[in-house]
């Protein structure tokens, strides 16, 4: 089996795993079975299928792709997530919902992910599978070392400045959408700068790799102070990202990479999550201000640890409360009942303005806080917490099932082109090197399953799929200035080993 027939297996082995996810629930959703065990297992059996398949997938050209980030995320949330918020630690949805809906609930959320990832799957892989007749002898990074060579020193430098203007934006927070797109895009710059070098660690110098770790600890320093777990992990993701490629996916690395951003996330939960409940905790906060808060957050984790047996066990049980992270049933329930009681939601209204650029509409509305208005709309009072809705649950809130079909099309679209593009650049090398340069923000807002659609899926894709197409067209040229060429010609191919 060549490399690409493998990919090709992999693909269809994930649309038989969704398809068999949604056949199950299917059954169990019309022959209407109370008893929640059945559906716990579907999605267990839901999430370890998808594990394999990105495991599949990985070792067969799609190390940084699309479609097998979506695959592993979609078991993560659907699967496991489902199963933990609805078993393992289903309080928030017991508030929520009485014990004898909750069985029909249950099998009602499985059916509408199921039915969307089948669906977005389907229409991923006839975008993005590879012919079995495929036999380049290019291997993009293989050539990953006359990118980085012109460039790595440049992107250090450029990022360093980058790291500074963060901070400065950062605090306090800025409510000003076009501050916050600006955050974005410095952000996508350090994460490539880090990726890159992660790419080449094993030949950087020494000094350039304690640079490289500095822009790491300093951009997820800048994370944390903000709050964001997950501008304090992607950085880190990227360099581990870099890393595995350079010593080619060795499953020892995969299994510590994957250990230590799970270990890293439960411990960001708890002091996240406890900072942003502290009387202080404001937006508007100075770096001052953060700075106390958090220690203020880590000396009561601490005491609670060391003072009795019973602060250890909430501190314990807090740690657990991480993994509501990906329990997104009691917010996919909430917003499908609504759907089905008659109270449509309107948030694909914006799909449209987010589209126009501000220049052009200065007063255009601001939709970034959607997820406090659905925050207020659950809990009935208003917090601090941004929430997210799942697209395939936004979609069903805002037009049942035809939303969704239509939303998941446009997703499978997306992650068969995202995907296509990384493909081309493992096949054909440098003259597609914008989907490794943007490799870091698409796996991230792709694999971000419960991001509100106009902002996630229409306004940061298009984006990013714009910066792609650039990075395509220049990428190549600004290789060839930076090494001297006279003329940036094409790029020599290098003799490929199979990923």
Known sequence: ????????????????????????????????????????????????????CFMVLLRNGGELAAFAFFEVAA????????????????????????????????????LVNAFS??????????????????TSTVDGIDQVGILVAPLRRPLLL??????????????????NPVWRSAILLLQAITYSAVLLCGMQWSKLPAGEKAVALGLVVSISLTGLFTLSKLMTLIPIGALLAGLMLDSRLSTRLLIGAGV??????????VLVNGSRVNYAYRLSNTFGERVVIISDTLSLATTAVTSSAQGSADTLQLAFNAFTRFGDAPIQGFLISNYDAGNAGNSLDYI??????????????????????????????????FLGPTYDAEAYWNGGWLDVILISILLGCEIG???????????????????????????????????????????????LAGAVEIGDRFGPFLVALMAGRAKPGPIAALPATEP
Do not use: H
């Not at 959703?29 to 059996?45: A, H, W």
């Not at 997530?81 to 099998?107: A, E, H």
């Not at 807002?445 to 509100?452: F, I, K, Q, R, S």
């Open 1 to 52: 089996m060549s490399v690409a027939e493998r990919w090709n297996f992999g693909l269809r082995l994930s649309i038989l795993n969704a398809a068999v996810f949604a056949a199950l629930s299917l059954a169990l959703y019309v022959l209407e079975i109370r008893d929640i065990t059945y559906p716990t297992i579907v999605e267990g059996i839901f999430t370890a299928g998808s594990l394999a």
């Open 260 to 269: 230590s951003v799970l270990l890293s996330f439960i411990a960001l939960y």
């Open 417 to 463: 082109w995202f995907t296509r593009k990384w493909n081309r650049f493992r096949t054909e090398g440098l003259s597609q090197v914008g989907a490794l340069i943007f490799a870091v923000p698409i796996l991230a807002n792709m694999a971000l399953l419960e991001g509100w659609v106009a902002i996630t899926y229409v306004g940061i894709a298009v984006g």
């Open 352 to 385: 449209w303005q987010i589209l126009v650029p501000r220049a052009l509409w200065p007063d255009k509305p601001n939709i970034s806080d959607q997820g406090l208005d659905l925050d207020a709309q659950m809990s009935g009072r208003k917090t601090m917490t």
């Open 75 to 110: 078991g993560f949330y659907f699967g496991f997530g489902t199963l933990y918020s609805t078993v393992l630690y289903p309080v928030w949805f017991d508030t929520i919902f009485s014990l004898d809906d909750q069985w029909r609930l249950i099998n009602k959320i499985n």
């Open 158 to 175: 450029i990022s360093l400045p980058i790291v500074l203007v963060l901070f400065w934006l950062s605090f306090p927070e800025p409510e």
């Open 117 to 134: 990832v089948t669906i977005v799957l389907i229409v991923a892989s006839m975008i993005c599978r590879r012919r079995a007749s495929d």
